[in-house]
């Protein structure tokens, strides 16, 4: 088994969804919070902004209270019906770009489900509720605070339609309420909040010149955190250029096997047909290399003969990321070696304007913390921006450093000193080292295009 060399102090790494911008949406029951939201979503026109509600947040009601609550004599409006403290750690807790399960609240039943929602990596979060801008600690996370304000009556009409139709309540019981809770509650509560506003909505989400203000102030703070990200790396790779490459690198070694797989491999007349051949191969080798990173246990077993052998068995369950789309090419020789590995997949891409490494799809395995070993898959690595990033997910996952193994056919020697600055616990299988700004061109020639 490959030791590891011993521990050095990390180098830092914000991922680009850490520090995320954040929008608190108040106003009045009914006036367009959500609507306005949707409208800066669709605006924003990008993949990474969510609308987290308050209403998730709700406390579940005990059994007296839910009484009330449906006889409409409980007061479901003020501060102290929101559990305040879980929405300031999960709100922490995506500013430090961790996962988080936000809890789903039922309505029709006053209590919060037991299945949660799982959110991680969102860009932009935006906070939406009557009392977003109440507590002083989601205030100091909030980098734009919004109030939509609307007439009263207008705001009646729209919660009389909303619940009837999406809460299944009696339009006498929603009066009632009105006047008892949410009307006294706005007066004491919520139009306070228009004087920490920093902008005041009118009209809702037909403001189109109020919306477009937004969208552009979001998008300045956005450009800003990229390039503070690009500049992080380009630094990461500055103060690693002159390090030798740590104990923890496993490069195969080149007999003549290897030289003759990769001679064909970089060969440019080689057909495809041949190429994916050859690759397979390697990618076994690789993956077979991989295994001896892995825990293993003494475990004693008897021949046919009845002789006692002392050998080893797998200390727990061994599973595979891929990064899509190059770490697919190792995926025929991973299942050549391990034919019922777990494996789960993650998209990371870099943006043609900016170059910043975004993260489009993740799928694990919810319990992936608890596997032994965790194979990682591209088929190449240059700058290491895009393998930083995905062992950032993993970690960020429950999934421990010395457990991740990195694999793969071609590095980068800066992009690889990089990633071990930022993650010096794991383990690298490379076949061979290459260019920092080589251009990708595995996945191009295994896939065709």
């Given at each position: 088994?490959?030791?590891?060399?011993?521990?050095?102090?990390?180098?830092?790494?914000?991922?680009?969804?850490?520090?995320?911008?954040?929008?608190?949406?108040?106003?009045?029951?009914?006036?367009?919070?959500?609507?306005?939201?949707?409208?800066?979503?669709?605006?924003?026109?990008?993949?990474?902004?969510?609308?987290?509600?308050?209403?998730?947040?709700?406390?579940?009601?005990?059994?007296?209270?839910?009484?009330?609550?449906?006889?409409?004599?409980?007061?479901?409006?003020?501060?102290?019906?929101?559990?305040?403290?879980?929405?300031?750690?999960?709100?922490?807790?995506?500013?430090?770009?961790?996962?988080?399960?936000?809890?789903?609240?039922?309505?029709?039943?006053?209590?919060?489900?037991?299945?949660?929602?799982?959110?991680?990596?969102?860009?932009?979060?935006?906070?939406?509720?009557?009392?977003?801008?109440?507590?002083?600690?989601?205030?100091?996370?909030?980098?734009?605070?919004?109030?939509?304000?609307?007439?009263?009556?207008?705001?009646?009409?729209?919660?009389?339609?909303?619940?009837?139709?999406?809460?299944?309540?009696?339009?006498?019981?929603?009066?009632?309420?009105?006047?008892?809770?949410?009307?006294?509650?706005?007066?004491?509560?919520?139009?306070?909040?228009?004087?920490?506003?920093?902008?005041?909505?009118?009209?809702?989400?037909?403001?189109?010149?109020?919306?477009?203000?937004?969208?552009?102030?979001?998008?300045?703070?956005?450009?800003?955190?990229?390039?503070?990200?690009?500049?992080e790396l380009e630094k990461l790779g500055q103060d690693v250029e002159d390090s030798p490459l740590p104990e923890n690198v496993i490069l195969l070694e080149h007999k003549p096997q290897i030289r003759g797989v990769g001679t064909i491999l970089r060969n440019t007349i080689t057909p495809q047909e041949?190429?994916?051949?050859?690759?397979?191969?390697?990618?076994?080798?690789?993956?077979?290399?991989?295994?001896?990173?892995?825990?293993?246990?003494?475990?004693?077993?008897?021949?046919?003969?009845?002789?006692?052998?002392?050998?080893?068995?797998?200390?727990?369950?061994?599973?595979?990321?891929?990064?899509?789309?190059?770490?697919?090419?190792?995926?025929?020789?991973?299942?050549?070696?391990?034919?019922?590995?777990?494996?789960?997949?993650?998209?990371?891409?870099?943006?043609?304007?900016?170059?910043?490494?975004?993260?489009?799809?993740?799928?694990?395995?919810?319990?992936?913390?608890?596997?032994?070993?965790?194979?990682?898959?591209?088929?190449?690595?240059?700058?290491?921006?895009?393998?930083?990033?995905?062992?950032?997910?993993?970690?960020?996952?429950?999934?421990?450093?010395?457990?991740?193994?990195?694999?793969?056919?071609?590095?980068?020697?800066?992009?690889?000193?990089?990633?071990?600055?930022?993650?010096?616990?794991?383990?690298?299988?490379?076949?061979?080292?290459?260019?920092?700004?080589?251009?990708?061109?595995?996945?191009?020639?295994?896939?065709?295009?």
């Open positions: 088994m490959a030791s590891t060399s011993p521990a050095a102090a990390a180098a830092c790494y914000t991922p680009p969804w850490a520090d995320m911008s954040m929008i608190g949406v108040a106003g009045s029951s009914g006036s367009g919070k959500t609507s306005l939201a949707v409208e800066i979503v669709k605006a924003l026109d990008l993949p990474w902004v969510i609308i987290l509600s308050i209403d998730s947040f709700y406390k579940s009601l005990n059994e007296e209270q839910n009484r009330l609550a449906h006889l409409n004599e409980y007061d479901l409006d003020s501060p102290a019906s929101i559990d305040f403290d879980l929405l300031v750690e999960c709100l922490s807790q995506l500013k430090q770009g961790k996962r988080v399960n936000i809890p789903v609240y039922s309505f029709p039943l006053h209590q919060r489900l037991e299945e949660t929602v799982s959110v991680y990596s969102p860009h932009v979060v935006i906070l939406e509720g009557n009392l977003a801008l109440v507590d002083p600690r989601v205030l100091k996370m909030l980098d734009m605070k919004i109030f939509v304000e609307a007439d009263l009556d207008l705001c009646l009409s729209r919660r009389l339609v909303r619940d009837v139709r999406e809460r299944g309540r009696d339009i006498e019981g929603i009066i009632k309420q009105w006047f008892d809770w949410v009307k006294p509650v706005y007066l004491k509560w919520v139009e306070p909040q228009k004087e920490g506003a920093d902008i005041i909505v009118p009209r809702g989400m037909q403001n189109k010149m109020a919306i477009a203000m937004i969208v552009n102030q979001v998008r300045r703070m956005l450009k800003d955190k990229s390039i503070r990200h690009n500049a041949e190429f994916v051949f050859y690759f397979n191969r390697l990618s076994a080798i690789l993956i077979e290399t991989a295994l001896d990173c892995h825990s293993y246990l003494p475990s004693t077993v008897y021949t046919s003969q009845g002789y006692g052998y002392n050998g080893l068995k797998s200390a727990g369950i061994i599973s595979a990321v891929v990064i899509l789309r190059g770490g697919s090419c190792l995926e025929p020789g991973l299942r050549r070696t391990i034919p019922d590995c777990l494996t789960g997949r993650m998209l990371i891409q870099s943006n043609l304007r900016t170059a910043e490494p975004e993260l489009h799809y993740l799928k694990l395995f919810p319990d992936i913390e608890k596997h032994k070993t965790v194979l990682l898959l591209d088929s190449q690595m240059s700058s290491g921006g895009a393998a930083l990033m995905a062992v950032k997910v993993l970690v960020d996952h429950g999934v421990a450093e010395e457990k991740i193994v990195f694999v793969t056919c071609l590095a980068g020697k800066r992009g690889l000193k990089r990633l071990l600055s930022v993650f010096p616990k794991i383990q690298v299988v490379a076949a061979n080292m290459g260019d920092e700004y080589e251009k990708r061109w595995i996945e191009e020639r295994y896939f065709g295009c």
